[in-house]
């Protein structure tokens, strides 16, 4: 896949067919955008093409909000890839696109520069100035310009339209198994292993400690995690949190991996969140601590987790499926 930067980039000599939206999370409705507009590419001989936006434009439009970003732009690149998708476009998301009107975005980004053919979005996009643009009058701007438009209805699961403000509370009320059901992947945090205190290796339960770059971490707590390292993985235990035993303020992510005594120092690994076991809790003694690791390593042990699906694969009931663009 093709990562350009602007829409005035796109190659001159190409027609697309366009999907539009943050794609914060790729999430299931996300994903069915995204194989529509490969399955629309296809059928038609143009090129399938992801239009996005850094940074996001809540970040420009309401800077001092608390806003979480599910996943960085590299993740995103990188899931979107797995799709099939051949140009993701990054489109700057300045006071000259934010400022521009739904006519003149549609002329100017997606007739002129990437000459669109067909566009596909979610049932809610919004586009323009002030988000005045709706599908609706993206297609009647279509007729006008001459590309087609292609509304996807909203994706439900639980009872629930899926989209990445869900995912975001799911992930902060440490509910990452109904997360991952919504990704159709498991959030993932990862990072450098720097040192730390090494009390867990004092205690018999060496840890690795991580430099993690995501912006969102799970509730705090403890999880049954997998950890990958050099390609491979191996389950694990995680906690997301302060170390209240020993009196810690900040927040962190440590993971003890099961079976397992290389030195981890300097390396990458990537930590996959499949299950909450507990809450974070304070200690008396270390001895406690020590009883209570050796349940939660028992229990992560024995837990049965479901088959990780990898991007691209199918959702089993995507046949009925909508997507949002949230």
Known sequence: ???????????????????????????LGHQELLRRTVARANAAGTTSVALTFSPHPIRFFSPRARFYEITSLEEKAALIAGFGI?????????????CMWPSEFAREIL???????????GYDFTFGRNRTGSPAMLGEIGRELGFEVEVVPPLVRGGLIVSSTRIRELLLAGRVREAEELMCRPYRVSGAVIAGAGRGRKLGYPTANIQYAQE????????????????ARTRGVANVGFNPTFGENSL????????FDKDLYGQEISVYFRDRIR???????AEELVRQIQMDVQYAR??????RRE???KEPDSAAAGGTVG
């Open 216 to 231: 969102l971490l799970p509730l705090p707590g403890v999880y049954v995690v997998e950890v990958e390292v050099a390609g």
């Open 111 to 121: 007739v002129r520069r990437l000459r669109a053919r067909q566009v596909i979005v």
């Open 1 to 27: 896949m093709n990562v350009v930067n602007g829409s005035s980039a796109f190659p001159p000599q190409a027609t697309a067919s366009v999907t539009i939206g943050n794609f914060d999370g790729v999430h």
């Open 86 to 98: 051949d140009t993701l476009v990054v489109e700057s998301f300045t006071g000259e696109v934010g």
């Open 279 to 285: 809450d974070e809790r304070k200690f008396q003694r």
């Open 252 to 259: 962190g992510v440590e993971v003890h991996l099961l079976d």
């Open 302 to 307: 024995g837990m049965k987790l479901p088959p």
């Open 311 to 313: 991007a691209g694969g």
